[in-house]
């Protein structure tokens, strides 16, 4: 299996790892023995076998000869002949390729170290590419340098079989979890096993205790995972050839004493590394194969649990001695006894067993494979009774033997109640038709509802055509001219596909030859294990309800017309109000311009007593025009016809050109107006006008309705992530009562009526439509003589 935690070497790490190629060959080159012709240990066989696997093959024809030249290099580095550095880089290239093609044959990647399979085939892989290279270096060193064919051949399959054998297992290992124990156990372990490996190989160490660290690694092989142990693995191994080849540990004191040559150093020390990892790797697979089996089952008996825990049907677990072993969730909820007072009982001693149970409920059954069945009452804890189903099996293991018994029961209370229910339902008294019917189309089923609707005897019409209680007509124009049974066929006909025919109206005769409107649904009779029978049918007498529905539709027909023609009058009265508007708003603008041209005396000075006249021509006027104005707007706004524009705009900024606008009707008044500004902009999304005549005719409502020594006070925030406009006074306010319709169009409440405060009754009406095209609302809080407060809430404009 491909190790997908690694992935594949994408084109900077191959580069990467090639320059390793070359750095593993020189540090080689330089830590070995003096005198030595060879390196006693060569990492850069490993790597190099690690970067063909981990890489795509498309990219062989170009790494091999990489492979080549890295090592070269590291040989001409350390002044070794160009014919010698060039075969040996040769021999390099060689044993990456036969190892890394052994390796990943037929797959794409290394296989996943998971297995003593793929352990095997690392190991064959190793000696496989050890001795190519050994083969075709020990050739050239024989003929280049006059050296021993038969010990370099030994020394350097040795060296490169094990660094193969103890670098792949990092790239192949499955990926490294992180269980809390590695909190601790790891660092102590690891600890450890520095200690004892500086300790063996400390300089003028002459002990042979080289045999210490290998519990140590088997430590690791036994707690950790494989991946943490092919690392220590690698690490100690580096190591233990370093300090070796410096002449430390029992290895080194041989080699400076000249008891053992330089080939015989390598040879003994990759024998050392061969056992290490032959040792560690085998159990720490064997480790991994084992916690993967316990994973394995666990999430078997987890899904086993979870299959036992969510089946319906009651579940009981004997041993062959029939002791409860195990019993699941279901069993415990429909018999009401706990798992507790069941599991350790004989399966004939439970509690919830059928009275006198001598043996299992259905009995062992006699072959091995076979099953038993049988239905037995249970009497659960409350002392209700249910009607069980029993069905008993043996559990065998892999050789056939039986191993426990499994006890199955399915309640079939429900089922037979419901039987008995609908036996019921048929025989009695009741207004729906239910007819069954053979496959033939004819009668086998004529229930009470039937008999009362059209006064024929059930038994009678037993073995009756179906098709001859419909009427004549409707059967020739809807099954196309057909009768009898092929009438009956066209009926039924895609019943299969839809399940059941679409409710339709009939029309049946009754026994006094009375006429009934049905509507009636056939749909296919078939038993539990879908075994068509025939057909049953449903239908309800709706005689009294089609009447019904069709002076219903006669009624909403009427309404139809009549809400049309409201609508019709009410876009004629939006076209009268508009067009009576503007034809006002010009003879009164004009009949105001020329007042205050008579007023101001732009034509004769008029006489004092003129002047008061004059004022309230002006006066009523601009009433005039302002009324026209909001019929204007009203009716702009009810025909969609007005176009308002969508700009960021400032709150805070309205407030004062509203008090600048009110002046003038300010003036005269003994008013407390308190205008309380935001300390920053409060942005919304609409018409400035529009926003500020919605703040006018607010204002203006607040001084006409305040008294003389009043307060009135507008404010602008924000507040829970809406733009605020409150406009409150200490006026006459509204009654309780009468708020309901305070927005409505003309409306004026009785203490402004009483008080003959003059008005329109259409400016609070304006603001309410402004504020809903501006997304927002308004709120009202008044009372008789306590005042009014208005609160304008706008959504704030997204920055």
Request: aromatic share 6%; hydrophobic share 50%.
């Amino acid at each position: 299996m491909w190790n997908s935690a690694r992935g594949q070497l994408s084109l900077p790490e191959a580069f990467v790892v090639l320059g390793a190629v070359l750095g593993a060959g020189v540090l080689a080159i330089a830590s070995a023995p003096e005198g030595s012709t060879i390196a006693i240990w060569w990492p850069a066989a490993g790597i190099g076998v690690a970067l063909l696997a981990l890489t795509p093959r498309r990219w062989w024809w170009w790494l091999v000869p990489g492979i080549l030249a890295m090592t070269a290099a590291a040989n001409l580095i350390e002044d070794r002949p160009l014919d010698l550095a060039l075969w040996l880089g040769v021999a390099n290239a060689s044993e990456a390729l036969v190892a890394a093609v052994f390796l990943c044959w037929r797959r794409q990647g290394p296989p996943e170290l998971a297995g003593f399979d793929v352990f095997v085939r690392l190991l064959v892989a190793a000696l496989l590419g050890g001795i190519t290279m050994a083969t075709i270096a020990a050739t050239a060193i024989a003929f280049l340098v006059d050296g021993s064919f038969p010990q370099t051949l030994r020394s350097l399959s040795l060296s490169h079989a094990a660094s193969t054998l103890v670098i792949l297992p990092i790239v192949m290992a499955p990926p490294i979890r992180r269980p809390r124990r590695l909190a601790w156990e790891l660092p102590l372990q690891l600890g450890v096993l520095i200690g004892v490996t500086a300790l063996v190989f400390a300089p003028n160490q002459t002990l042979s205790l080289e045999f210490l660290p290998l519990p140590l690694l088997i430590w690791a092989a036994l707690r950790f995972d494989l991946g943490i142990v092919a690392w220590e693995l690698a690490g100690f191994a580096v190591v233990v050839i370093l300090l070796s080849s410096l002449g430390h540990g029992p290895f080194g004191f041989d080699f400076e004493r000249g008891e053992v040559s330089a080939l015989g150093l390598g040879a003994v020390l990759q024998a050392f590394l061969l056992a290490s990892a032959l040792m560690a790797l085998p159990l720490a697979i064997s480790v991994e194969q084992r916690r993967r089996l316990l994973q394995r089952i666990s999430s078997s008996e987890k899904l086993t649990s979870a299959t036992l825990d969510t089946t319906a049907a009651m579940i009981l677990v004997t041993d062959l001695y029939g002791e409860v072993v195990r019993v699941n969730g279901a069993t415990a909820a429909l018999t009401g006894f706990a798992e507790s007072e069941l599991v350790g009982q004989e399966v004939w001693d439970l509690p919830l067993a059928p009275p006198g149970s001598s043996g299992y409920p259905a009995g062992l059954p006699d072959e091995m494979n076979a099953q038993v069945s049988r239905e037995t009452d249970v009497v659960t804890s409350s002392g209700d009774k249910r009607r069980v189903m029993w069905n008993t099996s043996f559990v065998l293991d892999e050789r056939e033997r039986p191993t426990y018994v499994v006890i199955t029961g399915t309640d079939l209370t429900p089922e037979r109640t419901a039987a008995g229910l609908t036996r019921h339902l048929l025989e009695a008294a009741i207004t729906t038709a239910m007819i069954g019917i053979d496959p033939h189309g004819r009668i086998s089923l004529f229930n009470a509802g039937a008999v009362n609707l059209l006064g024929y005897d059930g038994q009678d019409m037993v073995g009756t055509s179906f098709v001859d209680l419909l009427d004549v007509d409707q059967v020739a124009q809807r099954c196309h001219g057909a009768t009898g049974e092929a009438a009956f066929q066209s009926l039924v006909a895609g019943i299969e596909s839809a399940g059941a025919t679409p409710p339709r109206d009939w029309t049946w005769t009754g026994i006094d030859g009375r006429r009934h409107t049905v509507s009636m649904t056939i749909s296919i009779a078939a038993d539990t294990f879908a075994a068509r029978f025939g057909y049953l049918c449903v239908a309800r007498d709706v005689t009294e309800a089609r009447a019904s529905q069709e002076m219903l539709i006669a009624a909403l027909e009427k309404e139809r017309l009549a809400v049309q023609r409201m609508k019709d009058l009410d876009e004629a009265k939006n076209e009268f109000v508009s067009t009576v508007s503007h034809e006002l708003r010009t003879p009164v603008t004009s009949i105001v311009g020329y007042t205050e041209m008579l007023e101001d005396g732009s034509l004769v000075d008029p006489a004092p007593e003129q002047r008061p006249l004059l004022q309230s021509i002006a006066r009523n006027g601009q009433r005039l025009i302002l009324l026209c104005d909001d019929l204007l707007t009203l009716s702009g706004i009810d025909s969609g016809a007005a176009r308002w524009e969508r700009n960021a705009v400032d709150l805070s900024a309205i407030l004062a050109g509203a008090e600048d606008a009110l002046r003038a009707q300010l003036a005269g008044r003994q008013l407390d107006v308190v205008v309380m500004s935001a300390d920053a902009p409060i942005p919304v999304l609409g018409d400035r006008v529009q926003l500020e005549r919605a703040l006018t005719n607010l204002l203006s409502n607040a001084i006409k309705f305040t008294e003389d020594g009043g307060r009135i006070e507008v404010s602008a925030k924000v507040h829970g992530g809406e733009a605020w406009l409150t406009v409150s006074d200490t006026g006459i306010g509204v009654p309780v009562e009468e708020q309901e319709g305070l927005f409505q169009r003309f409306f004026r409440s009785s203490t402004a009526q009483e008080r003959a405060i003059q008005g329109t009754g259409l400016g609070l009406s304006i603001v309410a439509a402004i504020v809903a095209t501006h997304g927002g609302q308004i709120d009202v809080r008044s009372a008789h003589l306590e005042g009014t407060t208005f609160t304008i809430r706008l959504p704030l404009a997204r920055g």
